[in-house]
């Protein structure tokens, strides 16, 4: 094992001590689910993801069905609390149409195909890109992918685990071949807890960040 390889373990072992061993229990692993969550997430803070969620979910059963045939002012409605929600909710609608009549209106091509095949499928649809198709193929097909998001991107680099100016997929390959595939949820899920309590966007808490002695960026 060399160097980058036992600091990137260290990482991830005293993170694990730190916030516990995540668990998804929000709301499991149902692809199209999945799908409209990481959607409505997109640029919007957790708690109020988790609010707009709740609030789709109290209107309609989050089906393609469902959500194909729903008028856009009600889902509009219910996603009134998260960022961009005019937008969100057309995307939605557009989405769920595409799945209902592209994919026999299931996403459970997922398991059946390999990842770069599933992943090119969901990103055809509208509003999924790569982060967005990665949460979707770890969480409900358990793909050995590992989401980058703007936590996972940030805390990467300032550990020095990624470069500095690398793309979405170089970031993901990096961490990728840092990490052993039955870790990636587990590395996605900590990342974010570390980016959210401690490595801010603005004003990183290096004094009392649990991995600052196994930071390069710890002083800076
Ligand atoms: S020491 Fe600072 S820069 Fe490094 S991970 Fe912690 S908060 Fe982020």
């Known amino acids: 094992m060399n160097e980058e390889t036992r600091r990137a ?19 499991g692993n149902e692809p ?32 393609p069905q469902e959500l194909a045939n729903a008028e856009i002012s009600e889902i509009e409605e219910a996603l009134r609390v998260a960022g961009l929600y005019r937008n969100k ?12 009549e592209k994919f026999n209106c299931s996403l459970s091509f997922i398991h059946d195909l390999n990842l770069e095949e599933a992943r090119a499928r969901l990103m055809s649809l509208p509003g999924v890109g790569p982060k967005t198709a990665d949460v979707v193929l770890l969480f409900s097909a358990q793909k050995p992918t590992l989401p980058v998001d703007t936590h996972v991107d940030r805390v990467s680099k300032r550990l020095n685990l990624a470069p500095r100016r690398a793309s979405y997929d170089v970031v993901r390959e990096t961490l990728q071949k840092l990490y052993p595939s039955e870790e990636y949820l587990t590395v996605h899920l900590l990342f974010i807890s570390l980016g959210r309590k401690y490595c801010k966007a603005l004003k990183p808490i290096h004094a009392v960040c649990p991995v600052r002695n196994l930071c390069p960026s710890a002083e800076t």
């Open 89 to 100: 909710a057309k995307i939605l609608k557009r989405v769920a149409a595409q799945v209902l």
């Open 32 to 63: 199209f689910k999945v799908l409209v969550r990481t959607i409505i997430s997109q640029s919007t803070a957790e708690v109020n993801t988790r609010r707009a969620y709740q609030n789709l979910s109290g209107k309609f059963s989050i089906t």
């Open 9 to 27: 373990e260290q990482v991830l072992e005293t993170l694990k001590e730190h916030f516990g061993v995540p668990r998804l229990v929000d709301i």
